[in-house]
């Protein structure tokens, strides 16, 4: 079909608007700019596209990109569960990430590359993304999505064990059972961590690949430690190998969402003790706890 491109514009900017106000997000304009900016239509692949429901994956009955600007996931790879997932979303967990202008970041699980565009433009000139996917076929659409954005590098790899040079923020697009050594040693002072932690659920497939429990966190190395909060429950494909729990993690991981509370977590303790009773979950060599760091 032919595509107006004015019209797109009108609803890219509308699109953005609407995003940020049901997200809470009262004043952004690099973020608001940046859902304006973004064709996500050339990311979600060509028509016809299918959509999340509760049932499943279904057809969307319309190859008009301007049904592209709405709260929902396009599949990207629906017999695995991997999907471009909710605007509202990204919105809330972009925004906790706090101002990005000339920083250094790097986007765990970039897929086909929307999320890495939109943080592209939230960087800016000055500043980088690393991309990271391992996914063979997927790299291979981002890397033709973002072959105009200079300031993004687009690399095949494990996110988990990938070496690279300190960060300012890193953006993680898939639950893990706990956060990789490599992320928390490259947050440079300030930095930010945004992640989902979970567990797995329901087999992947075309049910959607979801987890059991789970939902967001935020950790920034503080001068005393790392600072930690919850962002709200969120549902990703998870991850396998070293990023996946041990069976004793996985049942007491289970039973902190189970008992709730984790909206109170303030502070992430890595490598060090935990404080059994000020903690709504402690891992193996890391926990997280209701005091301030440092406390």
């Not at 996500?40 to 499943?56: A, K, L, M, N, Y």
């Not at 990207?76 to 990430?97: D, E, K, M, Q, T």
């Not at 898939?174 to 930010?192: M, N, T």
């Amino acid at each position: 079909m032919v595509v107006d491109a004015d019209r797109l514009g009108i609803v890219r900017q509308a699109f953005a608007q609407q995003i940020l106000a049901v997200a809470g997000v009262a004043n952004n304009p690099a973020l608001e700019a940046a859902f304006a900016s973004v064709p996500r239509e050339s990311f979600i692949g060509p028509p016809p596209w299918q959509i999340v429901t509760r049932q499943g994956y279904r057809t969307l009955a319309s190859d008009d990109p301007v049904v592209a600007y709405q709260d929902i996931n396009f599949a990207l790879s629906p017999g695995r569960g991997v999907n471009n997932g909710s605007p509202l979303l990204h919105a809330i967990w972009l925004h906790a990430l706090g101002p990005l202008a000339g920083a250094r970041v790097a986007h765990i699980g970039a897929g086909t590359g929307y999320y890495t565009a939109i943080l592209s433009h939230l960087v800016g000139e000055r500043g980088q993304v690393l991309a990271v996917e391992h996914d063979s076929e997927l790299v291979e659409r981002a890397e033709r999505n973002l072959a105009g954005y200079e300031n993004v590098a687009l690399v095949e790899a494990d996110g988990a064990t990938l070496d690279f040079e300190p960060v300012d923020a890193i953006y993680v697009n898939f639950a893990v059972g706990l956060p990789a050594d490599r992320w928390i040693d490259a947050l440079r002072p300030g930095g930010r961590l945004i992640f989902p932690l979970g567990q797995p659920g329901r087999r992947r497939g075309t049910s959607g690949g979801r987890h059991a429990d789970g939902g967001v966190f935020r950790i920034e190395r503080v001068a005393n430690g790392f600072a930690a909060a919850w962002l709200g429950p969120a549902f990703f494909v998870c991850a396998d190998g070293l990023l996946s729990p041990s069976q004793t993690d996985r049942l007491a991981l289970h039973a902190a969402f189970e008992a709730g509370g984790m909206e109170f977590v303030r502070c992430l303790r890595w490598r060090e003790p935990a404080v059994a009773d000020r903690s709504w979950f402690i891992g193996t060599g890391w926990s997280l706890g209701y005091d301030a760091p440092g406390d």
